[in-house]
Every structure is written in structure tokens, then in C-alpha cells.
């Protein structure tokens, strides 16, 4: 399993993907951060924190396209059929990439909680905002944050492996994310299977404050449900994908 | 068939695949490929070669048969990469990756040192284009890169679809003696092929498939075996006729001045004729030629896509 996981990361380092990933990781952290920051109604006390810290979640969807490229770039260029010369059990090749995404995803997370922290912490203190890392809620944002990013990865790897063609897996996935799922929450009676949705799990996971667990209307999920949620979505579709899809004859 | 199962030995047994939609691809196919032999599988476009092969390979699975790697299916083979090397397509590069990378990634897979890549790069004359990106390469220097990929492990059986495809004659020339060698080395050779005249030059044995099924499978020498001919051209057919009158042969009118003699060689028509004194224009001997074999044994029924390319 190990030589199977450093070729995968071999195999990412070696095409450039990963690192306008990177970049659009590093921006996206940043101009949050910077958003959150620079209005009068910005975070103005230690309280706003935790929440500001949770934003660099959103590298959740640069990491979901890494994973589901994982897949379906092997797809697409055919090196599916070296993978599986060298490798013919397929739970083996699939369980290889959700351990390397894993891993990537919490790297990815690394870099946008270093970029938001480098950024927010300087400009905080020179407003009169420190920030308490010794605060649970701080803590727990931090954490929720590798927790996410890293799952994301499989959720994003399972994405490929259930759907294997690179555009279908990318788009439906994106669309799924950031549109249809707003939509769910946006029809009544339909918005209670939300805290079931990938940014339930996401909300459940990262909502820090504690006073009310209700986005419009709904009620999340508590920290643990969110992560039993998101696992379902990463594992789920991964199980499928290296049972039926990843199975096909290779043609 | 009842053989051990001797290592590096494919046999394929019974094999039988059906896509959907019904179409047979493969039908009850069985053949054995030998160690220590160059075999040319051959058959038209759409015969079942690279789905035979894919299912040896274990990418595709059987409808019905199996087929085995010194014993072993594909998929229960301890470490693929040393045991069985296989070029397949000449496609499956990522295109922004270089080649070295992509045989430094099946190293590491396959427990391989990373020197192998440079070693097999080597080998099949990429030396130079190694970093660059599959990107910019030519259909041959894929075709060498798939070879490269396939002898990566130092596998003892080497599978090979249409490995000429887009080599030039340099090339070609290159790859028969590379193929020769490594059969000469006691590997098993699999060789799927359309260019009849390349595989007449490399194979010791033939595998020949038309529409999913055996049409015929040996080796080449006892396929050939008595199949060379004798052309003669005289003025004077009549008279070499008459000279030939007694003799256990087969004669065949080729036009106006020649015939075809099957049974006698050159010197024995050759004293005929000087016996005679009939005069002769031309008396050569045709070598047997596979590409006349092949389309008599697949032309009984015209295939789905046509005429073999």
C-alpha cells in the first residue's frame, strides 16, 4: 500500500494541477480573510473569530476538483490501463487514492489556514483583536478545518470513481455544491434534508458559536453528525465507484 | 493442452466474450503461447485481437474461458509489473507528464529502483527526449515509450498490440531485433499484428484469428511446410510441359509465358528443362508468403469492417 501511495503523490507532483490548486487555495484564503477584515462591520472582537477561521474551509472545493481529477484524469488519458497492469485489484487502486487525497486535502488545508493566520493575526492585533488560540472555539475551527478539506478530498475521489468521465464528475460536482444544494435550502419542507447535504456536514462540523445551530430555519447537525455525514459522502460514493464503475472492462 | 503449467507459458482456454448489444468479440478461443518464441497473433481489424489480449491482461473480463500466465490469471499474479510487461495502446500518457515520470511512477508502484526508468529509456532510444512532455511526441516514440513501460519489471512475458504501428523502418528493423532477442532469451513473446510481411519476418509461431474465432495457429515452418513454388517463364511452353510430363508436381498457368511449378526446385526443373532443350526466360523460386495464407483462411466470409488494413 505505501509504494501504491507515493505513486499517486508522484503522480500529482508531476503534472501541474496541483499547483494552480495551490494558488486559487492561497487567493480564495486570502481575499476571504481580507473580506472579513477590511468592512466597518468586519470582525471587530475575539468572539468573530472562530468563524473567520472556519472560512478557509472553502478550499474544500479546490480540493474536491483535486480528487475527482484523481480519478478521472486516469479515465480520460487512458493511464487507467498502466494502473490496473500494475495494480488489478480495484478496491486496492481505490483505497491507495482516498489515503492520498486524505493527505493532499489536509495539506491544502495547511496552506489556507497558514495564509488566513499570516494575514489575520498582524492585522487583528493592530485593531485591538487578539486572537486566543487557548479558546476552544478557535481551536475547534482549526481542527474542523483539516476535518473537512481532508474528507473533501475523498468525497472529491469518490465523485470520480462513481462517474468516471472528468468533466461530468467536475461540473455535476461543483454544481451540486455550490447551486443545487442553495436550492434545497431555499424550498420549504425540501430544506430539511439540507444538514444531510455535503455543506450540512461542512456547517455542522464548523459551526463554532454555539448559541443557535439553525441556518435558515433548519437545524444542523451536531459537530459529530456533520462528520458521520461527510464520511457517508466520502466513503459512499468511493465503495460504489471501486465495486461497479472502477470495475468495467477496460477498453 | 494438458501440459504443466510451465512458468511463463499463456494459455488461453475456452475464452469467449460478449459485449453488449450481443456482439460476440470472442468466441471459444484456445492457443498456447510459448516461452522462448516470438508468436504473431494475427487476424483483420475487428477479429478480437486486442480484446483477446485485453483479456489475458485482465482489463477485460471473460464471458466465458480463461486464460493464464504460467498458470496464474492475471489478476492473482503476485507482482504484475515483474511477471508480465505489456504495451497495449499507444495512448496512455498524460500528456503534460514526461515520459520519465510516467515510467518513474510504475517504479515506485512496482517496487522498482527509479534507475530503470533511465535504464529502459535507454533501451529504446529515448534517451534524449526523456524530459520532455508526452505532449510533443511522435506516434513512434510513444510506440517506444509503451515498450519501455512494458520491460520496465524485466518481465519474463511480454504482450505487445501492434507494437510496429508508426515505427519507421529503422524502427521496425530496431524492433525485430529487440523482439528476437528477448525471445532468445527464453521470454514469451506475444505480438498481435496486421503487417503480415513484418510478423513472416519475426515469428517462430502464428496465432490466426478471424471474427472471434482460431482459424489457424502453429508454427510458421509447419504452416509453410512445402509451400514454396517454382516460377518458370519459357517461349516454349508446350515443350516445357512435355518435359515436365511424369513428374509428382502441381502446375498452375501464371500468363502467356509463365507457370507455377509445386513439388520440383529450381535445379530439378532446371535439369528438365537443359534435357529438353527447351529455353528459359526466368526459373525462381517464390518463398511462401503469409499475407496469401491469411487472406485465404479469413476471405471465406468477408469481415464486418471490410478488407484487413
Known amino acids: ?251 | 493442452m494438458n501440459q504443466p503449467p510451465a512458468a511463463g507459458r499463456i494459455v488461453v482456454d475456452d475464452l469467449t466474450k460478449v459485449f453488449r448489444g450481443d456482439v460476440r468479440a470472442v468466441d471459444r478461443l484456445s492457443f498456447t503461447v510459448e516461452p522462448g518464441s516470438v508468436t504473431g497473433f494475427l487476424g483483420p481489424n475487428g477479429a478480437g485481437k486486442t480484446t483477446t489480449l485485453r483479456m489475458v491482461l485482465g482489463l477485460v473480463r471473460p464471458t466465458g474461458g480463461r486464460a493464464t500466465i504460467g498458470g496464474q490469471v492475471y489478476r492473482q499474479l503476485d507482482n504484475p509489473t515483474a511477471a508480465v510487461g505489456a504495451a497495449l495502446e499507444s495512448s496512455s500518457f498524460h500528456p503534460a507528464r514526461s515520459a520519465r515520470n510516467h515510467l518513474r511512477i510504475l517504479c515506485t508502484v512496482g517496487g522498482l529502483p527509479l534507475g530503470r526508468a533511465d535504464a529502459v529509456l535507454d533501451l529504446v532510444g529515448l534517451h534524449d527526449a526523456a524530459k520532455r512532455k508526452v505532449r510533443g511526441y511522435s506516434l513512434g516514440m510513444r510506440q517506444r515509450l509503451a515498450l519501455a513501460a512494458a520491460m520496465l519489471g524485466d518481465p519474463r512475458v511480454l504482450v505487445l498490440d501492434e507494437p510496429a504501428n508508426g515505427l519507421d523502418p529503422d524502427g521496425i528493423r530496431w524492433l525485430r531485433g529487440l523482439l528476437r532477442h528477448l525471445a532468445d532469451q527464453g521470454r514469451t513473446v506475444l505480438v498481435s499484428s496486421h503487417q503480415l510481411n513484418e510478423v513472416q519476418e519475426i515469428a517462430d509461431r502464428v496465432v490466426i484469428l478471424n471474427r472471434g474465432r482460431l482459424v489457424q495457429s502453429g508454427s510458421l515452418e509447419e504452416l509453410t511446410a512445402g509451400s514454396d513454388s517454382v516460377i518458370v517463364r519459357s517461349p516454349n511452353l508446350p515443350g516445357l510441359h512435355a518435359a515436365l510430363t511424369g513428374q509428382p508436381i502441381q502446375v498452375e498457368p501464371l500468363d502467356a509465358s509463365g507457370i507455377r511449378i509445386r513439388g520440383l526446385s529450381t535445379a530439378q526443373v532446371g535439369h528438365l528443362a537443359f534435357g529438353a532443350g527447351v529455353e528459359l526466360y526466368e526459373l525462381s523460386t517464390q518463398r511462401f508468403d503469409l499475407e496469401e495464407l491469411f487472406f485465404a483462411l479469413t476471405s471465406e466470409q468477408p469481415g464486418p469492417e471490410g478488407a484487413p488494413a
Request: charged share 10%.
Open chain 1, 1 to 251: 500500500m505505501i509504494p501504491l501511495i507515493r505513486g499517486e503523490f508522484l503522480k500529482v507532483r508531476t503534472t501541474q494541477v496541483w499547483f494552480w490548486m495551490l494558488l486559487a487555495t492561497i487567493a480564495v484564503s486570502g481575499l476571504l480573510v481580507v473580506a472579513q477584515i477590511a468592512p466597518s462591520d468586519g470582525v471587530r472582537t475575539g468572539g468573530d473569530v472562530p468563524d473567520l477561521f472556519a472560512s478557509s474551509s472553502t478550499a474544500y472545493v479546490v480540493v474536491f476538483v483535486l480528487g475527482a481529477l484523481g480519478v478521472t484524469t486516469e479515465f480520460r488519458y487512458q493511464t487507467i490501463t498502466p494502473t490496473v497492469l500494475q495494480t488489478p485489484n480495484r478496491w486496492t487502486i481505490v483505497t491507495a487514492k482516498m489515503i492520498t487525497y486524505a493527505i493532499l486535502g489536509a495539506l491544502y488545508a495547511l496552506v489556507a489556514v497558514a495564509v488566513q493566520l499570516i494575514i489575520a493575526v498582524p492585522w487583528l492585533s493592530s485593531k485591538g483583536v487578539e486572537v486566543d488560540f487557548g479558546n476552544g472555539s478557535v481551536q475547534h475551527a482549526i481542527i474542523g478545518v483539516f476535518a473537512v478539506v481532508a474528507l473533501f478530498g475523498i468525497v472529491g475521489l469518490g465523485f470520480g470513481a462513481l462517474l468516471r468521465n472528468q468533466i461530468v464528475a467536475v461540473v455535476v460536482g461543483i454544481l451540486f455544491l455550490l447551486v443545487i444544494e442553495n436550492i434545497f435550502l431555499a424550498i420549504p419542507k425540501v430544506r430539511e434534508v439540507w444538514p444531510y447535504t455535503p455543506n450540512g456536514g461542512i456547517q455542522a462540523i464548523l459551526h463554532t458559536t454555539g448559541s443557535t445551530h439553525v441556518v435558515d430555519d433548519v437545524h444542523l447537525l451536531s459537530t459529530t453528525g456533520g462528520v458521520i455525514v461527510l464520511l457517508l459522502w466520502a466513503f459512499v460514493p468511493a465503495i460504489v465507484g471501486a465495486a461497479f464503475t472502477m470495475n468495467r472492462d477496460i477498453t
